[in-house]
């Protein structure tokens, strides 16, 4: 049984949501540098935008899980 309120839940999620916000900062920021490269590795570029949607999904998963507790 949980002891947290729905409240502390809610906190507990937004600081996830912080931290996916940053991997998806550092993410866009690996796009702008392999861009910038002489010779951009679509690869590499394929990854990253995978990452990116996936960091996309698990934020709307949160926000869900927000709506819910709320």
Same mark, same amino acid.
């Given at each position: ?21 940053? =991997? ?5 920021? =690996? ?5 910038? =490269? ?33």
């Amino acid at each position: 049984m949980s002891t947290l309120t729905n409240e502390d839940k809610i906190a507990i999620i937004n600081q996830h949501k912080r931290n996916l916000d940053y =991997s998806k900062y550092g993410l866009e920021i =690996s796009v702008i540098e392999e861009n910038a =490269s002489s010779s951009p590795i679509q690869e590499r570029l394929t990854l990253l935008a995978s990452q990116i949607a996936d960091v996309d999904a698990k934020l709307q998963a949160l926000d869900a899980e927000i709506e819910l507790l709320s």
